[in-house]
């Protein structure tokens, strides 16, 4: 704040939520968007640079210092990095046994995914708000929002994923009859056909959008807590953000758990013949 | 809240990276962890098999030391018998020969002191002869009296 003093509050807020945005200009030419009234101009066919940038670093770098352990795997001498990684994948399979009964090796991969990835992308909360900002400011970005999970997209864009893995593993296993009698004849009995139709509709709904929204806010608010204790002089702001950055490590791990738990029970009820 | 395209990139993404990590990073390390676990199962049964192996060697060594120790002392009683036999007829084949030699000297002394008489007889008999002869030279002529001298002589 003290580095940006020509900004008011409300434009400093403004500025911290506002995505670098890539998109099409309305006159037909490709660019960044300059201000928040431009990237809006943009419409649905843009990208924001920074959430995709930051999440794809953030998830290769998961995927390849996992598959660099995996590796150089010691059976009979783990070291202490690998014992990290191992009490990792422990504890996602014991949460995949505990929860998934069916058989798909898709499913504790895709568990590990979610988990770490999403843990990842929470972690960049604990920055410093201003940090990569100022520095990218330096380079001349105008605008960088370093949480990709605080960005609607990505959390969308995971239980929309999530969404097509749950229809297409229903269809799968219980048939496409199977499937839409789950839905049709549940929970009222044959004659209720479009009451049932529609409390299970809304509930199938309802579950990736809850997923990408309780994600999406866990992390959005957190982030907002942070750019406002941002706005106090620094020497106050530490004895705010320090409480709060420990508090947020639990929701940051908290958020990632519950994500992929229910990743786990979504594809467990997907894979569930007999109802 | 602002939805754009950026929810395709990140769909894609998500897509990607699930399918790297079920390909190329959750086999090798499932992989592993489970040949630990079967690696520590098996060194764990092999410890048990080591114990119990160990406990019946030692059981069979005992046997054995109790079976020496019995056989040792069977040996020491017989060996201890045995010398007990040996100084029993020792003693009394030294007995008998003992016996013997108290023989044969009481028969050597006999014998001697028969000689000894004999011989002492004979002198005596000589002495009263040349006495008796002396005595008699005037009277009795050794001739005629032979027969009587040499009864007495006999019976010294």
Not at chain 1, 23 to 38: L, N, T, V
Not at chain 1, 232 to 250: C, E, K, M, N, V
Not at chain 2, 87 to 96: F, I, L, N, S, W
Not at chain 2, 120 to 133: A, D, F, N, P, W
Request: charged share 15%; proline share 3%; hydrophobic share 50%.
């Amino acid at each position: 704040m003290s580095t940006n003093s020509a900004l008011t509050s409300g434009e400093y807020i403004k500025h911290h939520l506002q995505n670098l945005t890539y998109g099409q200009f309305p006159d037909g030419e490709w660019g960044i968007a300059h201000s928040a009234a431009e990237a809006k101009a943009m419409g649905f066919w843009a990208f924001h640079l920074d959430t995709l940038g930051f999440s794809f670093v953030l998830g290769a770098l998961f995927l390849l210092v996992f598959r660099r352990v995996g590796k150089n795997m010691t059976i009979s001498t783990p070291s202490g990095f690998q014992n990290f990684i191992e009490s990792i994948i422990d504890f996602i399979n014991e949460n995949v046994s505990g929860s998934f009964n069916g058989k798909n090796p898709l499913i504790a991969p895709l568990a590990l995914t979610c988990f770490v990835w999403i843990v990842l992308m929470n972690t960049m909360d604990l920055l410093p708000v201003d940090l990569l900002p100022q520095i990218a400011a330096l380079a001349g970005v105008e605008y960088l929002k370093v949480v990709p999970t605080a960005d609607p997209n990505a959390t969308f864009g995971m239980s929309l994923g999530i969404f097509i893995l749950m229809i297409y593993y229903s269809i799968k296993n219980k048939g496409l009859g199977g499937f839409i009698g789950e839905l049709a004849f549940h929970p009222f009995g044959k004659m209720m056909f479009p009451v049932n139709l529609l409390l299970e509709g809304i509930g199938l709904l309802a579950r990736p959008v809850s997923l990408a929204l309780r994600l999406f806010g866990n992390m959005y608010a957190g982030e907002l807590i942070f750019i406002l204790i941002a706005l106090f002089p620094y020497w106050i702001g530490w004895s705010l953000s320090l409480p709060w950055a420990i508090f947020h490590i639990l929701i940051v791990l908290l958020q990632g758990f519950i994500f992929m738990t229910l990743v786990i029970v979504y594809m467990d009820m997907a894979h569930q013949t007999e109802h | 809240m602002n939805i754009n395209a950026t929810l395709f990139g990140q769909m894609i993404m998500f897509a990607m990276f699930t399918w790297f990590c079920m390909k190329f990073v959750w086999p090798p390390l499932v992989a592993a962890m489970e040949e630990r676990k079967k690696r520590i199962e098996s060194g764990l049964l092999a410890a048990e098999r080591g114990l119990s192996e160990h406990k019946e060697a030692q059981q069979k060594s005992q046997e054995i030391l109790a079976a020496s120790k019995d056989q040792a002392a069977e040996i020491i009683a017989n060996a201890g018998r045995q010398a007990a036999t040996m100084v029993e007829d020792a003693k009394g084949v030294a007995a008998e020969q003992a016996d013997k030699i108290k023989l044969n000297a009481k028969a050597q002394i006999e014998q001697e002191s028969k000689r000894v008489k004999n011989e002492l007889k004979e002198q005596v008999s000589g002495l009263v002869m040349q006495g008796v002869s002396s005595v008699l030279a005037k009277e009795v002529d050794a001739r005629t009296h032979q027969d009587m001298l040499g009864k007495l002589a006999q019976t010294l």
